[in-house]
């Protein structure tokens, strides 16, 4: 059962952001994107539609296509009734989707390492780097968007349009348990050198070595969920 909606409070609050200009339907589901993964929109709370296309200043089209892409990439679900929620995915779900986020990596890498394109490989390192250079002072938002940036490019560079279009679908899945973990910083510089051997192996371009740096990496990202889902279930317990 949905949670009574956080969005009305966040709308009296002056939290939600409203443009003077129209909102696309990409640019809804970005700002409710947000507001999910920063916990203003917790797992479990309802979404009224019309309340939130009144808030944007958008009609009603780009809003239901705004929930499309979120209901598409897991965050938002539906009740029989039809009513939208924040998506609550149980344990199980979580490592079913891990499981296949981790296969599409490994052969993303795989496929990188013979594809990739210089351009792309220079891309790859760069982002590493900023990413290094930012992990004490960027806002949590801004290094997970980093983070899972990196990781889209290694799959984008692997030329498999097919990989790419499945991998930008399961990884939004895991979006919100990935930022849990993000924010509280678990195992942050023992990431930061799994992603620098990562590197180190594309470019290389040793397929097998980049495919396991991969593979040990997300491994060990999906047991630092695991132990930040946990500290979060402590936490609302006790509230």
Known sequence: ?????????????GQLPIKQRKLL????????????LLGKLPAGASIP??????ALGISRTPMREAMRVLETEGLIEYSATRRPSV????????????AVIGALEA??????????????LDNIIQMNQ??????DDAAPLEFFKMDMNFHIAIVTASANHALIETHRHYIARLWRARFISSSLKLGRQNTLQQHQHIVDMLVKRDAA???SALEYHLETSFKNVAKALIEQEKE???Q
């Open 25 to 36: 339907g990409e640019e809804t589901a970005e700002t409710l994107r947000e507001l999910i």
């Open 87 to 98: 998506a609550n995915p149980s344990r199980e779900t979580l490592a079913h989707n891990q």
């Open 130 to 135: 900023r990413l290094t250079e930012k992990t």
């Open 209 to 211: 070595a980049t495919a």
């Open 107 to 120: 052969l993303g890498g795989r496929l990188a390492c013979q594809h990739a394109t210089q351009k792309e």
């Open 1 to 13: 059962m949905a949670k009574p909606s956080a969005l009305s409070s966040l709308i009296e609050e």
């Open 49 to 54: 539609e019309r309340d939130l296309a009144d």
């Open 236 to 238: 609302t317990s006790s």
